[in-house]
C-alpha cells in the first residue's frame, strides 16, 4: 500500500493499495491523463498542471520518468535515472525523506534494457529493503535484488560476504579496479567513471584478440623453435669451475674465522638448479646457529673484512625484506654470501624446484627460457633494484603453467600422474603468454594445489600479480603499492604473444594489430607518423594496460598454414617483448622517481657510546615520574568500572541470557593504563572455556548491540560486525557523570592470557619501575607519532613486548622469563586453542629475593632507546618468551620489523609497520638516545606530558617530507 505524490503534491491511499481516482475521471478520459501527467511531471509548478487537484498511482502502476523526484507515503523519496550511456544501465536511488545529513539510502541496479513492469517491481523492492536498513544496525546493508546483483556481476562487480581488514566498513568490489565501494551511491559513481569503463573496455579487447588468433602451424612452430634454440645459445652459461672454485674459497675463509663453530655452506637459487643466466649471481648460503659470541651482524662484518684484507672487493648489505649478505667479485664472477637458517625457505623452494627440473630435461629448459624473457624484458628485480619478480617467481609462473597443461605433477598431492607426451618448446612458449593473458586477472599463482586458486577479492588484490611462495604462503612479489610493473607485465605478456604467435614474414606480420594506452596517444602517433617521425625511436613509459585497435583477417593468417619454414620471420629481442615501453622507475622504499639504492631515506646512521650526565637522568627521572602520578588509572576510577561492568552483566543477564559473564581485560587490567584509557571487556558464558559452536561471535554481537541500545547507563552503541574481531563499541556512565569507552568482543580467549601475563609482569618490580617505563615508552611514543597501529605504526601492546624484551636482556635483567625460566606446574599449565599460554606465577617473597637490577627509570629508558637504535633488526625477532634468540628466517618473517606474541607465535605484533614506517621509528629512537645526553634544554624538556623534539629532529623531518615520505611513513593510500 502506497501513495505516491511527485515533488509537492499529495497523494492518498486506501487499504487496498490501490488508488482512490477523482470522480472527474473517467475510463472516456483515461488517454487524455496520459498526456497530462506528462505535464504534470515537467511542469515547474508540479500538482497543478494537470488541472487536478488529486492524483494518485499505486507502486505497481506510476508512470515511469526519468530524474523525476517521487515522494511515497510521506516517507521514502524515489528516483528513476540512467546511468552513462557507456554503462548502459538503470540507477534506482531510495532514501528516506526529512533534512537528516545521515539519513540512509539504498540503490538497486537494472539494464538499460528493462521495461517498466522490471523497473517499478525493483522500486518495490528497493523501498522494502530501505525499511529493514533503517531498522538494523549502522554496519548491516541487506542484500541487493538479483537483478542488480546480475547487472553489477556483468560489470565485475561483486558484493562483499566476508570484509575486508582495510575496509571493513565496504559491500561492494569491483574485481577488474581492486576498489571497494560502501555504499550503492558509491558503486553508481564507480560505474560512470572513465577508469572503470576503459578497464571493461580493454579486457574486453583481450579476450577477443586471444579467441580471433588461431593455433600455429607445424612450420610457424618449427621456425619459431629454431629462433628460440638460439636464443638459448646465446646465453649458455659454464659457470660450474667458478662455483666450485667460490665453494672453496668460502670454506677456507669460514674455517680461519668460525672453525671452532659448526657451519655449513649450500649453494641456493639459479646457480643450485643450473638455471643461471649470464648476469646471474652464484648464491651460497652459510648456515649457523645464532651464536653468544657474536651476532649475525658482526659475523657477517667479520667475513666481508676477510674478503677484502684477500683482496677482493666486499659489500656488507642489511637491506630490509632482504637477508643479510655480503657481495663479492672473484675471478669475475659474482657471489652473494646469505646468512640462512637450515630450516630457510629460500633453501626448501631451491629443492622443491630441483625436484621438478629432474622429472623431464625439457623444465630446466622451459624454466631458463622463461628467466630469459623476464630478463631481457626488464621484468625482473635483478635489472631493476627490487621493482619486479625475484627470478625464482618466474619459475613459480612456468612450474604453474605447466602444471594446468597436465605436463607437471603436483609434487606434494598422491597422484602424480601427469601428461608424458613429447614438448614443443615454441607451442608450450605461446601457450603460455595465452594463458597469462587470459587469466591476468582472477588466477593466484601456485604450484601446491591441484586446479586454480580464483582470487576472492578480499586475501588476493586483483589488479596485482599474486605468486605464492610454497613455504611462505605469501606473495614473493614486494614494490611499491602505487607501481605500474604489473601494467607494464601484462603488457609485456600481451606483446610477446602478438609478437610470436601471428606469422610473421621478414616484411611484416600477417596481421595489423595496434596497441595503445590512451586514445588520445592514438592520435599523436597518426599525427607524428605524417611528421615523418619514426616511432620506433619514441619510447612509452608504461602508465596503464593497452587498448587494442586490430585489423584480423583470418584468411591471411590461415593462408600462412601453407608457408615454408623459411618464409617465417621471428626475432627473440627486447622490442618484441615490449614494444616501445620503458617502466616507470619507482623507489621501493619512498616511491620516489628512483632506484632504491639511490634513495637517501634508509640511510640510519651508526649509533657511538652515549654518555649521559648525572643531572641529565635526574630530569629524565622527574618527568618519569611526574607522568605517571598524573596518569596512572586510579584506584576509585577502576572501582567506579567494576560496578558498572557488574550492573551491565546484570543487565544482560536479564535480557540475553542468564550465563553471561564479562571480564574485563587489556591495558586497563594490566596496572599499565593511563586514567584516560578505554575500557575492553569479553563476554563468555559461564562453564564454557571454548568458543561455543552454535553461534558466531557476529550473531551474538549483533544481538548484545541491539539490547544494549536499551540499556540506561549506555550511549552510541555501534555494532561493528565487519572487522577482524567483531565488537561493540559504546560509551559507558559511570558515578559523577564520567563517561568511558568500552569494546566488547566475544571470546578473545588468547587476548584473556595475554592480560593475565602482563599483570604478573607487573609484579615483578614492587617498585613499579615496569608500570612507570611501559606509560612513559606509550606516551614517547604516541609524542614521537610511531605509537598508533591504525596508521601502521606501534600499538600499545607491541611496545609493551618490546621494553619487556629490553628488561630481559638487561644485566643483571629487571624482569625475568616467565614462560622458561622457572618450572611451571600443573596447575599453571594452560592452553588457548592450539597455543600453550602457561607461565610462572611466583609468589611475593620469591620476587622479592630475585630483584637484582636497582638501576633508576631514567636510565633504564635510554637505555630502551639505545638498546633499539643497536638492535639487530635485519635478523632477530623481538620476543620475550625464550633466552636463545630466534631468527627471522627461522619463523619465514621478512617484515622490516617482527615483534613476535608470547602465545600465538604465528602473529608478528608489527605486521602492518612498511619499511618506510620501521625508518622513521628507528630515526625517532636514534634521535632521541642522542637527546638524552645533549647538554641543550632544547633537546629534552621537562614538562608534565609533552617530549619537545630537538632542532635535529625537525630538520630529520623536514627532510623527509621533501623526498615524500611524510611524516608517519604510512603507505596507506
Same mark, same amino acid.
Given at each position: 500500500?502506497?501513495?505516491?505524490?511527485?515533488?509537492?503534491?499529495?497523494?492518498?491511499?486506501?487499504?487496498?493499495?490501490?488508488?482512490?481516482?477523482?470522480?472527474?475521471?473517467?475510463?472516456?478520459?483515461?488517454?487524455?491523463?496520459?498526456?497530462?501527467?506528462?505535464?504534470?511531471? /515537467?511542469?515547474?509548478?508540479?500538482?497543478?498542471?494537470?488541472?487536478?487537484?488529486?492524483?494518485?498511482?499505486?507502486?505497481?502502476?506510476?508512470?515511469?520518468?526519468?530524474?523525476?523526484?517521487?515522494?511515497?507515503?510521506?516517507?521514502?523519496?524515489?528516483?528513476?535515472?540512467?546511468?552513462?550511456?557507456?554503462?548502459?544501465?538503470?540507477?534506482?536511488?531510495?532514501?528516506?525523506?526529512?533534512?537528516?545529513?545521515?539519513?540512509?539510502?539504498?540503490?538497486?541496479?537494472?539494464?538499460?534494457?528493462?521495461?517498466?513492469?522490471?523497473?517499478?517491481?525493483?522500486?518495490?523492492?528497493?523501498?522494502?529493503?530501505?525499511?529493514?536498513?533503517?531498522?538494523?544496525?549502522?554496519?548491516?546493508?541487506?542484500?541487493?535484488?538479483?537483478?542488480?546483483?546480475?547487472?553489477?556481476?556483468?560489470?565485475?562487480?561483486?558484493?562483499?560476504?566476508?570484509?575486508?581488514?582495510?575496509?571493513?566498513?565496504?559491500?561492494?568490489?569491483?574485481?577488474?579496479?581492486?576498489?571497494?565501494?560502501?555504499?550503492?551511491?558509491?558503486?553508481?559513481?564507480?560505474?560512470?567513471?572513465?577508469?572503470?569503463?576503459?578497464?571493461?573496455?580493454?579486457?574486453?579487447?583481450?579476450?577477443?584478440?586471444?579467441?580471433?588468433?588461431?593455433?600455429?602451424?607445424?612450420?610457424?612452430?618449427?621456425?619459431?623453435?629454431?629462433?628460440?634454440?638460439?636464443?638459448?645459445?646465446?646465453?649458455?652459461?659454464?659457470?660450474?669451475?667458478?662455483?666450485?672454485?667460490?665453494?672453496?674459497?668460502?670454506?677456507?675463509?669460514?674455517?680461519?674465522?668460525?672453525?671452532?663453530?659448526?657451519?655449513?655452506?649450500?649453494?641456493?637459487?639459479?646457480?643450485?638448479?643450473?638455471?643461471?643466466?649470464?648476469?646471474?649471481?652464484?648464491?651460497?648460503?652459510?648456515?649457523?646457529?645464532?651464536?653468544?659470541?657474536?651476532?649475525?651482524?658482526?659475523?657477517?662484518?667479520?667475513?666481508?673484512?676477510?674478503?677484502?684484507?684477500?683482496?677482493?672487493?666486499?659489500?656488507?648489505?642489511?637491506?630490509?625484506?632482504?637477508?643479510?649478505?655480503?657481495?663479492?667479485?672473484?675471478?669475475?664472477?659474482?657471489?652473494?654470501?646469505?646468512?640462512?637458517?637450515? %630450516?630457510?625457505?629460500?633453501?626448501?623452494?631451491?629443492?622443491?624446484?630441483?625436484?621438478?627440473?629432474?622429472?623431464?630435461?625439457?623444465?630446466?629448459?622451459?624454466?631458463?627460457?622463461?628467466?630469459?624473457?623476464?630478463?631481457?624484458?626488464?621484468?625482473?628485480?635483478?635489472?631493476?633494484?627490487?621493482?619486479?619478480?625475484?627470478?625464482?617467481?618466474?619459475?613459480?609462473?612456468?612450474?604453474?603453467?605447466?602444471?594446468?597443461?597436465?605436463?607437471?605433477?603436483?609434487?606434494?598431492?598422491?597422484?602424480?600422474?601427469?601428461?608424458?607426451?613429447?614438448?614443443? /618448446?615454441?607451442?608450450?612458449?605461446?601457450?603460455?603468454?595465452?594463458?597469462?593473458?587470459?587469466?591476468?586477472?582472477?588466477?593466484?599463482?601456485?604450484?601446491?594445489?591441484?586446479?586454480?586458486?580464483?582470487?576472492?577479492?578480499?586475501?588476493?588484490?586483483?589488479?596485482?600479480?599474486?605468486?605464492?611462495?610454497?613455504?611462505?604462503?605469501?606473495?614473493?612479489?614486494? /614494490?611499491?603499492?602505487?607501481?605500474?610493473?604489473?601494467?607494464?607485465?601484462?603488457?609485456?605478456?600481451?606483446?610477446?604473444?602478438?609478437?610470436?604467435?601471428?606469422?610473421?614474414?621478414?616484411?611484416?606480420?600477417?596481421?595489423?594489430?595496434?596497441?595503445?594506452?590512451?586514445?588520445?596517444?592514438?592520435?599523436?602517433?597518426?599525427?607524428?607518423?605524417?611528421?615523418?617521425?619514426?616511432?620506433?625511436?619514441?619510447?612509452?613509459?608504461?602508465?596503464?594496460?593497452?587498448?587494442?585497435?586490430?585489423?584480423?583477417?583470418?584468411?591471411?593468417?590461415?593462408?600462412?598454414?601453407?608457408?615454408?619454414?623459411?618464409?617465417?620471420?621471428?626475432?627473440?629481442?627486447?622490442?618484441?617483448?615490449?614494444?616501445?615501453?620503458?617502466?616507470?622507475?619507482?623507489?621501493?622504499?619512498?616511491?620516489?622517481?628512483?632506484?632504491?639504492?639511490?634513495?637517501?631515506?634508509?640511510?640510519?646512521?651508526?649509533?657511538?657510546?652515549?654518555?649521559?650526565?648525572?643531572?641529565?637522568?635526574?630530569?629524565?627521572?622527574?618527568?618519569?615520574?611526574?607522568?605517571?602520578?598524573?596518569?596512572?588509572?586510579?584506584?576509585?576510577?577502576?572501582?567506579?568500572?567494576?560496578?558498572?561492568?557488574?550492573?551491565?552483566?546484570?543487565?544482560?543477564?536479564?535480557?540475553?541470557?542468564?550465563?553471561?559473564?564479562?571480564?574485563?581485560?587489556?591495558?586497563?587490567?594490566?596496572?599499565?593504563?593511563?586514567?584516560?584509557?578505554?575500557?575492553?571487556?569479553?563476554?563468555?558464558?559461564?562453564?564454557?572455556?571454548?568458543?561455543?559452536?552454535?553461534?558466531?561471535?557476529?550473531?551474538?554481537?549483533?544481538?548484545?548491540?541491539?539490547?544494549?541500545?536499551?540499556?540506561?547507563?549506555?550511549?552510541?552503541?555501534?555494532?561493528?560486525?565487519?572487522?577482524?574481531?567483531?565488537?561493540?563499541?559504546?560509551?559507558?556512565?559511570?558515578?559523577?557523570?564520567?563517561?568511558?569507552?568500552?569494546?566488547?568482543?566475544?571470546?578473545?580467549?588468547?587476548?584473556?592470557?595475554?592480560?593475565?601475563?602482563?599483570?604478573?609482569?607487573?609484579?615483578?618490580?614492587?617498585?613499579?619501575?615496569?608500570?612507570?617505563?611501559?606509560?612513559?615508552?606509550?606516551?614517547?611514543?604516541?609524542?614521537?607519532?610511531?605509537?598508533?597501529?591504525?596508521?601502521?605504526?606501534?600499538?600499545?601492546?607491541?611496545?609493551?613486548?618490546?621494553?619487556?624484551?629490553?628488561?630481559?636482556?638487561?644485566?643483571?635483567?629487571?624482569?625475568?622469563?616467565?614462560?622458561?625460566?622457572?618450572?611451571?606446574?600443573?596447575?599453571?599449565?594452560?592452553?588457548?586453542?592450539?597455543?600453550?599460554?602457561?607461565?610462572?606465577?611466583?609468589?611475593?617473597?620469591?620476587?622479592?629475593?630475585?630483584?637484582?637490577?636497582?638501576?633508576?627509570?631514567?636510565?633504564?629508558?635510554?637505555?630502551?632507546?639505545?638498546?633499539?637504535?643497536?638492535?639487530?633488526?635485519?635478523?632477530?625477532?623481538?620476543?620475550?618468551?625464550?633466552?636463545?634468540?630466534? %631468527?627471522?628466517?627461522?619463523?619465514?618473517?621478512?617484515?622490516?620489523?617482527?615483534?613476535?606474541?608470547?602465545?600465538?607465535?604465528?602473529?608478528?605484533?608489527?605486521?602492518?609497520?612498511?619499511?618506510?614506517?620501521?625508518?622513521?621509528?628507528?630515526?625517532?629512537?636514534?634521535?632521541?638516545?642522542?637527546?638524552?645526553?645533549?647538554?641543550?634544554?632544547?633537546?629534552?624538556?621537562?614538562?608534565?606530558?609533552?617530549?619537545?623534539?630537538?632542532?635535529?629532529?625537525?630538520? /630529520?623531518?623536514?627532510?623527509?617530507?621533501?623526498?615524500?615520505?611524510?611524516?608517519?611513513?604510512?603507505?596507506?593510500?
Amino acid at each position: 500500500m502506497a501513495s505516491i505524490k511527485i515533488e509537492k503534491f499529495n497523494m492518498l491511499s486506501n487499504r487496498d493499495g490501490g488508488i482512490r481516482r477523482h470522480d472527474a475521471l473517467s475510463e472516456h478520459n483515461a488517454r487524455a491523463n496520459r498526456a497530462q501527467r506528462l505535464a504534470y511531471y /515537467m511542469s515547474n509548478n508540479s500538482g497543478t498542471a494537470a488541472g487536478l487537484k488529486q492524483i494518485q498511482y499505486t507502486l505497481e502502476n506510476f508512470p515511469i520518468i526519468r530524474d523525476i523526484k517521487i515522494l511515497v507515503d510521506d516517507k521514502f523519496e524515489l528516483i528513476v535515472s540512467s546511468l552513462s550511456p557507456r554503462c548502459e544501465g538503470i540507477f534506482i536511488g531510495v532514501k528516506m525523506q526529512g533534512g537528516s545529513e545521515d539519513k540512509k539510502e539504498h540503490g538497486e541496479f537494472l539494464p538499460a534494457s528493462a521495461g517498466d513492469d522490471s523497473i517499478r517491481k525493483t522500486c518495490v523492492e528497493g523501498i522494502k529493503k530501505l525499511e529493514i536498513l533503517e531498522q538494523s544496525s549502522s554496519t548491516h546493508r541487506p542484500p541487493l535484488s538479483k537483478c542488480s546483483i546480475d547487472f553489477l556481476s556483468q560489470n565485475k562487480i561483486e558484493t562483499v560476504d566476508e570484509p575486508s581488514e582495510k575496509f571493513p566498513k565496504a559491500h561492494f568490489y569491483c574485481e577488474n579496479c581492486d576498489f571497494y565501494m560502501e555504499t550503492s551511491k558509491s558503486v553508481k559513481d564507480h560505474l560512470e567513471s572513465d577508469l572503470h569503463l576503459d578497464d571493461i573496455e580493454k579486457q574486453t579487447m583481450r579476450m577477443n584478440l586471444l579467441r580471433k588468433i588461431p593455433n600455429p602451424s607445424e612450420m610457424h612452430l618449427f621456425a619459431l623453435n629454431r629462433v628460440l634454440q638460439e636464443a638459448q645459445n646465446r646465453n649458455v652459461t659454464n659457470k660450474e669451475r667458478d662455483v666450485q672454485m667460490v665453494l672453496s674459497y668460502l670454506s677456507n675463509v669460514f674455517l680461519s674465522l668460525i672453525g671452532d663453530c659448526e657451519f655449513k655452506i649450500e649453494l641456493f637459487g639459479s646457480s643450485a638448479l643450473d638455471l643461471m643466466l649470464e648476469n646471474s649471481d652464484v648464491n651460497v648460503a652459510l648456515i649457523t646457529k645464532i651464536s653468544k659470541k657474536f651476532t649475525t651482524s658482526q659475523l657477517m662484518r667479520m667475513i666481508q673484512k676477510k674478503i677484502q684484507g684477500d683482496g677482493h672487493k666486499a659489500e656488507y648489505k642489511m637491506d630490509m625484506g632482504v637477508d643479510t649478505s655480503v657481495t663479492f667479485m672473484i675471478n669475475n664472477t659474482h657471489v652473494r654470501l646469505c646468512h640462512l637458517h637450515s %630450516s630457510s625457505g629460500q633453501l626448501k623452494l631451491t629443492k622443491l624446484i630441483q625436484k621438478y627440473c629432474s622429472i623431464r630435461s625439457e623444465v630446466p629448459q622451459f624454466l631458463r627460457l622463461i628467466r630469459q624473457w623476464a630478463s631481457e624484458s626488464d621484468l625482473d628485480d635483478k635489472n631493476r633494484l627490487r621493482i619486479g619478480l625475484p627470478r625464482y617467481g618466474f619459475d613459480l609462473l612456468a612450474i604453474h603453467f605447466l602444471q594446468q597443461q597436465n605436463l607437471l605433477p603436483i609434487l606434494n598431492e598422491k597422484d602424480h600422474t601427469f601428461g608424458c607426451e613429447i614438448w614443443n /618448446m615454441a607451442d608450450l612458449f605461446i601457450n603460455f603468454f595465452r594463458y597469462f593473458a587470459q587469466k591476468n586477472r582472477r588466477v593466484v599463482v601456485q604450484i601446491t594445489e591441484n586446479g586454480e586458486l580464483v582470487r576472492n577479492g578480499i586475501t588476493w588484490r586483483r589488479n596485482v600479480l599474486h605468486v605464492v611462495d610454497p613455504f611462505r604462503r605469501d606473495n614473493v612479489m614486494h /614494490m611499491p603499492s602505487d607501481s605500474t610493473w604489473h601494467s607494464y607485465f601484462y603488457n609485456c605478456v600481451l606483446q610477446t604473444f602478438i609478437s610470436f604467435s601471428i606469422p610473421s614474414t621478414k616484411n611484416e606480420p600477417l596481421a595489423n594489430i595496434t596497441l595503445f594506452q590512451s586514445k588520445s596517444e592514438l592520435k599523436q602517433e597518426n599525427i607524428m607518423m605524417k611528421s615523418g617521425v619514426n616511432l620506433a625511436n619514441v619510447k612509452k613509459i608504461c602508465t596503464t594496460e593497452y587498448f587494442i585497435s586490430e585489423n584480423i583477417n583470418l584468411e591471411n593468417i590461415l593462408a600462412a598454414h601453407n608457408l615454408d619454414s623459411s618464409h617465417f620471420y621471428f626475432e627473440f629481442k627486447p622490442s618484441r617483448f615490449r614494444g616501445r615501453l620503458e617502466m616507470e622507475i619507482k623507489c621501493a622504499y619512498c616511491n620516489g622517481p628512483h632506484l632504491y639504492d639511490k634513495c637517501i631515506l634508509p640511510d640510519v646512521p651508526a649509533t657511538d657510546e652515549i654518555d649521559v650526565a648525572d643531572e641529565r637522568y635526574d630530569a629524565i627521572d622527574e618527568m618519569i615520574d611526574e607522568y605517571y602520578g598524573a596518569n596512572i588509572m586510579q584506584s576509585h576510577r577502576m572501582s567506579m568500572l567494576n560496578v558498572e561492568v557488574r550492573k551491565l552483566e546484570e543487565y544482560l543477564a536479564e535480557t540475553y541470557r542468564t550465563d553471561v559473564t564479562l571480564t574485563l581485560f587489556g591495558s586497563i587490567m594490566t596496572g599499565l593504563s593511563v586514567n584516560c584509557s578505554d575500557a575492553d571487556i569479553c563476554l563468555r558464558f559461564k562453564g564454557q572455556d571454548d568458543e561455543p559452536k552454535e553461534w558466531t561471535g557476529k550473531e551474538v554481537i549483533a544481538d548484545i548491540g541491539e539490547i544494549l541500545k536499551g540499556y540506561e547507563q549506555t550511549e552510541k552503541v555501534e555494532i561493528v560486525l565487519n572487522a577482524k574481531v567483531p565488537i561493540v563499541k559504546m560509551q559507558l556512565k559511570m558515578a559523577h557523570d564520567e563517561i568511558l569507552d568500552i569494546d566488547i568482543c566475544f571470546y578473545n580467549s588468547l587476548a584473556l592470557q595475554n592480560t593475565a601475563l602482563l599483570r604478573e609482569y607487573t609484579r615483578w618490580t614492587p617498585d613499579n619501575r615496569f608500570a612507570k617505563l611501559a606509560l612513559f615508552v606509550k606516551h614517547w611514543a604516541k609524542q614521537c607519532d610511531i605509537g598508533n597501529a591504525s596508521i601502521g605504526s606501534l600499538s600499545s601492546y607491541s611496545q609493551v613486548i618490546m621494553l619487556i624484551g629490553y628488561l630481559q636482556q638487561c644485566s643483571p635483567p629487571v624482569l625475568p622469563r616467565i614462560q622458561e625460566d622457572f618450572v611451571i606446574s600443573d596447575s599453571e599449565q594452560r592452553n588457548a586453542g592450539k597455543w600453550n599460554t602457561s607461565f610462572a606465577q611466583s609468589s611475593d617473597e620469591e620476587i622479592w629475593k630475585w630483584q637484582h637490577n636497582k638501576e633508576s627509570c631514567a636510565r633504564l629508558f635510554v637505555g630502551f632507546l639505545e638498546f633499539y637504535a643497536r638492535f639487530d633488526f635485519q635478523n632477530v625477532v623481538i620476543q620475550c618468551r625464550q633466552n636463545e634468540a630466534v %631468527s627471522k628466517t627461522e619463523k619465514g618473517w621478512r617484515r622490516a620489523l617482527c615483534v613476535e606474541d608470547p602465545f600465538n607465535l604465528d602473529h608478528n605484533l608489527t605486521g602492518v609497520v612498511s619499511n618506510k614506517m620501521f625508518l622513521f621509528i628507528r630515526k625517532e629512537d636514534l634521535q632521541h638516545t642522542k637527546s638524552a645526553a645533549s647538554a641543550k634544554k632544547s633537546a629534552i624538556l621537562l614538562t608534565s606530558v609533552h617530549f619537545v623534539m630537538n632542532e635535529e629532529t625537525k630538520d /630529520m623531518h623536514e627532510k623527509e617530507e621533501a623526498i615524500g615520505a611524510g611524516k608517519q611513513g604510512s603507505d596507506r593510500k
